[in-house]
């Protein structure tokens, strides 16, 4: 169970800087939000390949996952950056 959550972690931090890397210019956001926002767009990617192809997330890496779960965390960090932007 730590190991999993440990992980989940690890692919966020690297999903949501992917999803920034993704996105032109500074974004307003902190670093535990953009690795929260990874975490989210990991989960979402995971269960919506699930249901869509029946990916199941094991046997090797899935380029394909990690570049979908990328660009889900771009739109993330961006819908976020514009919600706290307009707030401000």
């Given at each position: 169970m730590l190991g999993t959550i440990i992980g989940a972690i690890l692919a966020g931090l690297v999903i949501g800087a992917l999803?920034?890397?993704?996105?032109?210019?500074?974004?307003d956001i902190s670093i535990p939000?953009?690795?929260?926002?990874?975490?989210?767009?990991?989960?979402?990617?995971?269960?919506?390949?699930?249901?869509?192809?029946?990916y199941s997330g094991g046997?090797?890496?899935?380029?394909?996952?990690w570049i979908i779960s990328a660009v889900v965390a771009a739109v993330g960090i961006s819908a976020y950056g514009?919600?706290?932007?307009?707030?401000?």
């Open positions: 999803g920034r890397l993704l996105l032109p210019g500074k974004q939000m953009t690795i929260l926002i990874g975490i989210i767009a990991s989960i979402v990617t995971t269960l919506v390949l699930g249901v869509l192809f029946g046997g090797g890496i899935s380029w394909w996952y514009r919600r706290v932007g307009k707030s401000r």
